[in-house]
T-cell receptor, first 114, second 118 residues
Framework: GNSVTQMEGPVTLSEEAFLTINCTYTATGYPSLFWYVQYPGEGLQLLLKATKADDKGSNKGFEATYRKETTSFHLEKGSVQVSDSAVYFCALSDLQTSYDKVIFGPGTSLSVIP | DAEITQSPRHKITETGRQVTLACHQTWNHNNMFWYRQDLGHGLRLIHYSYGVQDTNKGEVSDGYSVSRSNTEDLPLTLESAASSQTSVYFC?????????????????FGPGTRLTVT
């Protein structure tokens, strides 16, 4: 079945450091890929997405590229801020096999210290 | 602005009691979902609905039920609360494939309900 694997952390970085959170997926069809972010005390919100191979999603300085050959969708940011402290979820939606459902990874907790 | 709300935000109840968590969305979305979030388990799907009168079981549906009588609401009922159901519950909605564009399956989340069963 479909699944998402990501580094679980917690990840602690100093402000302005480079961030990478690894995400790999397993899917039988042609999924769309997402990164969701959950700030403390809030629900999840969509951060970025990519709907086909080689697409790059970007938002708020975060980027992720859909790599079909390595089944990966790693999240990167060049210079993190304290306000980026949150839990990040990699996710996929495969309309061919899991109609309208989103499969979430376990989440990666990020703490950015000044 | 369209939104998705949950109530109550916090609830403490006793083992064996019936509890209902409300979810209301004004996006006019076809799809609605209930998840629970627990440390070490991430998000787990409890129940979901693709439209009025439609409900489906997710991966952790035992002890929970839902009903969809209109587009806006998907209440989640714990028939007889157990301590193992202490968790944070999130409701989400998406437009669904009936929507006009490929992004119709993006999910929008409510703020969550923290439930404690004592």
């Amino acid at each position: 079945g479909n699944s998402v694997t990501q580094m679980e952390g917690p990840v602690t970085l100093s402000e302005e450091a480079f961030l990478t959170i690894n995400c790999t997926y397993t899917a039988t069809g042609y999924p769309s890929l997402f990164w969701y972010v959950q700030y403390p005390g809030e629900g999840l919100q969509l951060l970025l997405k990519a709907t086909k191979a080689d697409d790059k999603g970007s938002n708020k300085g975060f980027e992720a590229t859909y790599r079909k050959e390595t089944t990966s969708f790693h999240l990167e940011k060049g210079s993190v801020q304290v306000s980026d402290s949150a839990v990040y979820f990699c996710a996929l939606s495969d309309l061919q096999t899991s109609y309208d459902k989103v499969i979430f990874g376990p989440g990666t907790s990020l703490s950015v210290i000044p | 602005d369209a939104e998705i709300t949950q109530s109550p935000r916090h609830k403490i109840t006793e083992t064996g009691r019936q509890v209902t968590l409300a979810c209301h969305q004004t996006w006019n979305h076809n799809n609605m979902f209930w998840y629970r979030q627990d440390l070490g388990h991430g998000l787990r799907l409890i129940h979901y609905s693709y439209g009025v009168q439609d409900t489906n079981k997710g991966e952790v549906s035992d002890g929970y039920s839902v009903s969809r009588s209109n587009t806006e609401d998907l209440p989640l009922t714990l028939e007889s609360a157990a301590s193992s159901q202490t968790s944070v519950y999130f409701c989400a909605s998406s437009e669904g494939l009936a929507g006009a564009h490929i992004n119709s399956y993006e999910q929008y989340f409510g703020p969550g309900t923290r439930l404690t069963v004592t």
